[in-house]
Nanobody, 125 residues
């Protein structure tokens, strides 16, 4: 089955930047969609950004204008460039992979099937 592995987390001061990466392995093809999600302690997992197989991107309102999602040419690697980070961005960030998700639901965690182990992002004030 498809697997995802995240990297690039760490600690940064408020206002700083960080780039997360996710590499997909296994039976991954051009129909697949990829997304970034996060979960802070005591909170539910939430969608951050996702990219459809036609290149359409979708962002949570809380990160619009600060985060950018992108893929490599082969579309088997996913990136999240995060800028102007805030303490409320602190969370475990997860990469997810699936196919056939309708665009209005791309930021809904419950519809995604394959998840990475996560990478911690900590933003200090």
């Amino acid at each position: 089955q498809v697997q995802a592995m995240e990297s690039g987390g760490g600690s940064v001061h408020s206002g700083g930047s960080m780039r997360l990466s996710c590499v997909a392995s296994g039976p991954f093809d051009e129909r697949d969609q990829m997304g970034w999600f996060r979960q802070a302690p005591g909170k539910e997992r939430e969608g951050v950004a996702a990219i459809d197989n036609d290149g359409t991107t979708k962002y949570a309102d809380s990160v619009k204008g600060r985060f950018t999602i992108s893929q490599n040419y082969a579309r088997n690697a996913l990136y999240l460039q995060m800028s102007s980070l805030k303490p409320e961005d602190t969370a475990m960030y997860y990469c997810a992979i699936d196919s056939g998700i309708r665009q209005p639901y791309l930021l809904l965690p419950t519809v995604w099937s394959y998840w990475g182990q996560g990478t911690q992002v900590t933003v200090s004030s």
